[in-house]
């Protein structure tokens, strides 16, 4: 009697932690998932002379050395369109222009990100003033800088080159970079 309560007991307990292997399979299929349709997480990681050949001059001085584009000369600053920018580095979906608005700045600038995960931040203490510099999170190019004297709702002005972007029209920007 012992022995078979024994038995029954060890085939339940079997029993229970195969049901508990099969869910933490099941969870982290669903982990994996999730992270197999997000572009944001595969960064991108070239030579420099590898962005020396994809890049225009102008492209590389600004988003691989930090370079910032004259004001009121960037292709994008006037510009209108409707649709998304991505990043010209690497084509990762960056602004959107419904965020786009006149600062009068003299650069395209957006009171917010499309995905602030998109963005990454650093201090630039460059120039005498404590700045914060924001770049592509994918690619690490530099973009601009972010100041807290924009419209609402965020009251956030993203500040960028137009030579770190490339426009996409609506119905265009499902398309990915390369
Ligand atoms: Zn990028």
């Not at 869910?23 to 994996?32: P, S």
Request: with cysteine.
């Amino acid at each position: 009697m012992k022995l078979i309560s024994n038995t029954l007991w060890l085939l339940c307990l079997t029993l229970l932690l195969t049901a508990c292997n099969a869910g933490q399979m099941a969870e982290k299929r669903a982990t994996c998932g999730m992270s197999e349709g997000n572009t944001m997480a595969d960064k991108i990681e070239r030579t420099d002379d590898e962005w020396r050949e994809i890049l225009t001059e102008e492209q590389y001085r600004i988003l691989r050395q930090k370079g910032t584009e004259r004001a009121f000369t960037g292709r994008y600053n006037d510009f209108k369109g409707d649709g998304v920018y991505v990043c010209s580095g690497c084509g990762q979906e960056l602004f959107d222009s419904q965020t786009k608005y006149n600062s009068g700045s003299g650069w395209p600038s957006f009171w917010a990100p499309s995905d602030s995960g998109r963005i990454d931040e650093d201090s630039d203490m460059s120039l005498g003033m404590v700045r914060i510099e924001i770049n592509c999170g994918r690619c690490g190019a530099h973009l601009g800088h972010r100041f807290d004297d924009g419209p609402d709702p965020t009251g956030q002005r993203y500040c960028v080159n137009s030579a770190s972007l490339e426009f996409k029209k609506r119905d265009e920007d499902t398309t990915e970079g390369e």
